[in-house]
């Protein structure tokens, strides 16, 4: 959703009517995740993708299909569609795309799109079946609004509550009077966040890179003659003090990877110290093997155990043989993706 938040609020602002897709099920090899977002606009605008280009020229005539009509549509797609020469998936699999006019929830959609820019959480509950409860959807943006039945509202609602903590996106059965009603759970969290400790020259294009990803970026460095607004220009905030007082100021949760670049005790060990506190999701160090022994041993003395210190990925990054700034940040941001969506890393 948040890929295409800015151009859906500037087709809505021009007055333009928008039909928004969704990738409600996968089974097998697809291209991308139930979750995924498309919408297309009455002047045949298309923003987002559902899948690798396979099925977005078709997606389209749907959509103007339901633009005509104000009518939920559930299109779906599979291998057997691309082996009969029409529209389909040549990776293997079967996915559903719903798709709805935003002029059915014109209000809770303003909602949603409005907390989306601010980078607030967000529970999207749509029902896909049966037919006669396709479309009909409960919002959690801040309140719960909409209703897909009075009977399953309260469920849904605590269900996406739960979604929203656990995060990503599931299908969910529910019984109904005997008949069974399928809703798609989606939860919409704020940007994960990247703490760069060091406006070193790797840091420019790890800002840049990380950007590009979806990233909130914070670099942190006192020293003015590198953390200008020129060099980090890539980034949405740069905190100009020692890493004591900035981390006074930064929160750091489970939606934040850190990193720190300098390799100098002098930003390493307070970094450190702060972060292996804390509940981040990363924490990475540039040096050497030799300078990591140092950090180590320096928080040894301070306390530190050694479950603790693991937490530590130290020479940062995965080891793709590159050793410029940018090989370095495409490395780091590498082992930061694998961390982030539950993959070891491995080192090459």
Known sequence: MRDIVSEVRAWL????????????????????????????????????????????????????????????????????????????????????????????????????????????????????????????????????????????????????REQLAAGGSRNLELDCDGETVRVFLEAIAPSPRLVVVGATQTAIPLCRMAKELSYHVTVVDPREVYSTDERMADADAVVRLWPAEAFERIALDDNTYLVTLTHDVKFDLPTLRVALGSDVRYIGALGSRRTHAKRVEALQEEGFGADQIARIHSPVGLDLGGRAPAEIALSILSEVTAVRFGRSPVVC
């Not at 078709?58 to 057997?80: F, G, M, N, P, Q």
Request: aromatic residues 2%.
């Open 13 to 160: 602002e021009r007055g333009e009517r928008v039909a928004l897709g969704t990738l409600v099920h996968v089974q097998k090899s697809a291209p991308r995740l139930p979750g995924a977002h498309c919408a297309v606009s009455q002047s045949d605008e298309m923003a987002g993708a559902i899948s690798a280009g396979c099925v977005e020229s078709d997606l389209i005539e749907w959509s103007r299909a339901v633009l005509a009509t104000d009518e939920v549509k559930l299109v779906a797609y599979d291998i057997a569609d691309a082996d009969a020469m029409r529209v389909g998936l040549t990776c293997g699999g079967a996915i559903e795309v719903l798709l709805e006019p935003l002029a059915e929830h014109a209000v809770a959609w303003s909602k949603v799109l409005s907390s989306v820019e601010r980078d607030l959480p967000v529970g999207l509950a749509v029902a896909v079946s049966p037919d006669r409860l396709l479309g009909r959807r409960v919002f959690l943006a801040g309140q719960a609004s909409g209703s897909i039945d009075p009977r399953l509202d309260g469920a849904i609602e605590e269900a996406l």
